[in-house]
């Protein structure tokens, strides 16, 4: 009976259809590659800025009425009179809109951001935790909008209040010290503190991340919840005005954040032994 293996290597059967040669899963890439690899996602993120960009230019003055809000609320509250803003040169307004264009844009194309992100750091995934690119995207999206708005929403008229209210005229009622809101150092520290708290809140994102990939498990991150504190305590001071107030609206959700994140990493993380049963 004829032999049925496979063809010798030093030729193909004629009439036989031609297979493609099985190229290894994991292709390591080199240090240039990785960085044109991010250069070429960064080129995307910036193209799908573009129509947000442009939005929000044609939108520049209603948005600015919308970023300054809790600023004239807070100053309408203290009795300040009528809520005024400032600009030094003549181009700082037209400074001062571009950047609002370019903030706004970045944030409404944050989905695309995020998905070029995921294209970044996939091919170092499994298959099976590469299907799970659209709940990254949407996560990561909710939570670092929600983070800019809760910040807008809830720490600004905080903020704005107590900044303002140590204007007024001095105990020997000599000098009155009168609020100058200019608007780039505005702009600045409105649209720094809108990141801040959106990077903050993708804590639960990247938690969930690490514990899906078998980085960290629950147990360990229940372990490090208390210097969690004391590292939350330190970015609540650095990326906050120097108030309690405002370092407290930060810290609050730095921890309430943390913990969520534990109990993600106990369902969707490596399962971790009883010491007992050790």
Same mark, same amino acid.
């Given at each position: 009976?004829?032999?049925?293996?496979? *063809?010798?290597?030093?030729?193909?059967? +004629?009439?036989? /259809?031609?297979?493609? /040669?099985?190229?290894?899963?994991?292709? /390591?890439?080199?240090?240039?590659?990785?960085?044109?690899?991010?250069?070429?996602?960064?080129?995307?993120?910036?193209?799908?800025?573009? +129509?947000?960009?442009?939005? *929000?230019?044609?939108?520049?003055?209603?948005?600015?009425?919308?970023?300054?809000?809790?600023?004239?609320?807070?100053?309408?509250?203290?009795?300040?009179?009528?809520? !005024?803003?400032?600009?030094?040169?003549?181009?700082?307004?037209?400074? @001062?809109?571009?950047?609002?264009?370019?903030?706004?844009?970045?944030?409404?194309?944050? +989905?695309?951001?995020?998905?070029?992100?995921?294209?970044?750091? =996939?091919?170092?995934?499994?298959?099976?935790?590469?299907?799970?690119?659209?709940?990254?995207?949407?996560?990561?999206?909710?939570?670092?909008?929600?983070? *800019?708005?809760?910040?807008?929403?809830?720490?600004?008229?905080?903020?704005?209040? !107590?900044?303002?209210?140590?204007?007024?005229?001095?105990? @020997?009622?000599?000098?009155?010290?009168? +609020? !100058?809101?200019?608007?780039?150092?505005?702009?600045?520290?409105?649209?720094?503190?809108?990141?801040?708290?959106?990077?903050?809140?993708?804590?639960?994102?990247?938690?969930?991340? $690490?514990?899906?990939?078998?980085?960290?498990?629950?147990?360990?991150?229940?372990?490090?919840?208390?210097?969690?504190?004391?590292?939350?305590?330190?970015? @609540?001071?650095?990326?906050?005005? /120097?108030?309690?107030?405002?370092?407290?609206?930060?810290?609050?959700?730095?921890?309430? $954040?943390?913990?969520?994140?534990?109990?993600? =990493?106990?369902?969707?993380?490596?399962?971790?032994?009883?010491? @007992?049963? *050790?």
């Amino acid at each position: 009976m004829a032999d049925d293996g496979p *063809a010798p290597s030093h030729g193909r059967p +004629p009439g036989l /259809p031609e297979t493609e /040669p099985e190229l290894p899963e994991d292709v /390591p890439m080199t240090i240039w590659e990785h960085i044109g690899e991010l250069r070429g996602r960064l080129v995307k993120v910036l193209i799908g800025m573009i +129509p947000g960009v442009i939005v *929000a230019w044609i939108l520049r003055e209603q948005l600015l009425e919308f970023l300054i809000q809790p600023m004239t609320e807070a100053w309408l509250k203290l009795g300040l009179g009528e809520p !005024t803003i400032h600009f030094a040169n003549p181009i700082d307004p037209f400074v @001062a809109y571009l950047k609002i264009a370019i903030v706004v844009g970045l944030m409404l194309s944050s +989905p695309w951001a995020f998905w070029q992100l995921w294209g970044f750091i =996939a091919p170092g995934l499994y298959d099976k935790e590469k299907r799970y690119a659209i709940p990254f995207v949407l996560a990561s999206t909710l939570f670092f909008l929600g983070g *800019a708005f809760f910040g807008y929403a809830v720490v600004f008229p905080l903020g704005f209040q !107590t900044f303002l209210s140590m204007s007024g005229m001095l105990p @020997a009622e000599t000098v009155n010290v009168q +609020p !100058t809101i200019m608007i780039n150092e505005y702009l600045t520290f409105t649209t720094r503190m809108l990141f801040a708290f959106g990077v903050v809140f993708e804590i639960p994102v990247i938690v969930s991340f $690490l514990a899906m990939a078998g980085l960290v498990n629950w147990k360990q991150l229940l372990d490090f919840g208390r210097w969690w504190i004391l590292v939350a305590a330190v970015l @609540a001071a650095l990326l906050t005005p /120097p108030d309690v107030g405002s370092q407290m609206l930060m810290l609050i959700p730095l921890i309430v $954040l943390y913990f969520l994140s534990v109990g993600l =990493a106990y369902f969707i993380g490596p399962k971790v032994e009883d010491d @007992a049963e *050790a």
